[in-house]
């Protein structure tokens, strides 16, 4: 069984899974309420809505 000889720093490690990034999810979603530019899967900042119901009293 291979077992490395020597502790890999932190630096390397980063550095590896610094490649392992994921992408930002579009923001070409829209409100079905108020057809507000909104983000996936998140609160409508405009109206308050969440998945056809009011879930936060924007004034």
Do not use: E, I, L
């Amino acid at each position: 069984m291979a077992v490395p000889k020597r502790k890999m720093s932190r630096s390397r490690t980063r550095r590896r899974k610094a490649q392992w990034f994921k992408t930002r999810p579009a923001t070409n979603a829209s409100c079905p309420r108020c057809k507000a530019p909104t983000r996936p899967h998140t609160v409508c900042a405009t109206c308050g809505t969440y998945a056809g119901r009011v879930v936060v009293d924007v004034d």
